[in-house]
């Protein structure tokens, strides 16, 4: 699942957030690889979530 809501995040420590963080990067860098494989992901817009999650990640992180 490459969704992670404000209010998710919100009540997760630091350490969760952080390894929650590594876990859509890996996500993130097999969707790339599928991607340039040839092949078409399974949806378009789990790629643009899981961005768009790791950079909730880390505005929540950073401050």
Do not use: D, W
């Amino acid at each position: 699942m490459s969704f992670v809501s404000n209010r998710e995040i919100e009540a997760m420590s630091r350490e969760a957030r952080e390894s929650r963080l590594l876990e859509l990067r890996e996500e993130l860098l097999q969707l790339r690889a599928e991607q340039a494989l040839g092949g078409t992901p399974a949806s378009l817009g789990e790629y643009k979530a899981t961005r768009r999650s790791i950079a909730r990640l880390l505005t929540h992180l950073n401050n």
